[in-house]
């Protein structure tokens, strides 16, 4: 199942998109898909309203769609996750999972505009599998466990900026959480139907320039090592969203390091789970 929010931002109301493509209204089963909803078994819910053909059509034409998950609680991101982006960067492989925050606030919708920060000159791209939390966890004890508690997948763009990340402080934080920089979506698909997230190829463009092609089989640490390792350190809770890593590609490693500048467009996908497409602009 594939769930959405459409509408401006701020008045969002949530939908489910069926296989044919067309937009039904959850609204009469949730005011919203945020923590509450999943950790209320809003997911059955909602394919229960599905199954029962009670959910109202939504007309698509000039709908924007938003970040199909409001509020995170938090978002956990993990650096460093494939061989050949390390490689890229001149890291070592990572022993254990490279571990750091996102401000919640920079998800945006899959379309919306992304902004280069005052000051930037080195904003730079990122296509990730996101895993988003459906229920509260805490000592995970191993794969299986880590799986029972996974709602679901989506695109991520974990939009980073080089020189506050790296030169200008010791955390990557500063790089990382400037606004607008975690565009979501376009939907939540559920774990169901993305079956093995070990299983799934990436891509991102720039300006119709392929420069990003990689597969999530190639991560150092798969999906449910990484839910099962951060449960160990943090109370993961329903709406949590964890970006998993990205492979390589990126303006960094490239020798001409072509960072985003206002006007560039990105489009990036991940295999199952929908395309994003954003023009930068200015803050």
């Known amino acids: ?3 959405l929010r459409v509408g401006a931002p701020g008045e969002e109301r949530p939908a489910v998109r069926t296989e044919d493509g067309r937009l039904l209204d959850l609204s009469s089963v949730t005011p919203d ?5 999943l950790a209320s078994d809003g997911i059955e819910r909602a394919r229960a309203s ?11 034409e000039g709908l924007r769609i938003g970040a199909p998950l409001a509020r995170p609680g938090k978002i ?9 982006h390390a490689a890229e960067t001149g890291a070592a492989i990572p022993p254990r999972p490279v571990v750091f925050m996102k401000d919640p ?39 299986r ?7 679901g997948y989506a695109v991520s763009h974990d939009v980073s900026e080089r020189e506050f990340q790296l030169e200008r402080s010791p955390q990557w934080d ?12 376009p939907w939540l698909v559920t774990a169901d139907e ?24 190639d991560m150092i640490f798969p999906v449910d090592h990484i839910v099962a390792y951060l449960s160990q350190y943090m109370v993961l809770r329903p709406g949590d969203v964890i970006n998993t890593g990205t492979p390589a590609g990126v303006a960094l490693g490239l020798p001409d390091t072509p960072y985003l500048r206002s006007g560039d467009t990105v489009e990036l996908s991940v295999e199952g789970l929908g395309e994003q497409r954003q023009t930068f602009g200015q803050a």
């Not at 599905?50 to 698509?60: Q, S, V």
């Open 1 to 3: 199942m594939k769930l």
């Open 33 to 37: 898909i945020d923590g509450a909803f």
């Open 50 to 60: 599905l199954r029962a053909g009670d959910l109202p059509e939504l007309a698509p």
């Open 76 to 84: 956990v991101c993990i650096g460093l996750n494939y061989r050949d």
């Open 105 to 143: 606030g920079t998800v945006v919708g899959p379309y919306d505009e992304v902004l280069v920060p005052r000051g930037s000159v080195k904003t730079d791209w990122e296509v990730e599998l996101a895993v988003v939390i459906g229920r509260r966890a805490r000592y995970l004890e191993g794969p």
């Open 145 to 151: 466990a880590a799986r029972e508690v996974i709602a």
């Open 174 to 185: 500063l790089g990382k959480s400037c606004e607008t920089f975690n565009p979501l979506g």
């Open 194 to 217: 993305v079956g093995d997230p070990q299983d799934l190829s990436l891509s991102l463009s720039v300006n119709g320039v392929k420069r990003q092609d990689g597969h999530t089989r």
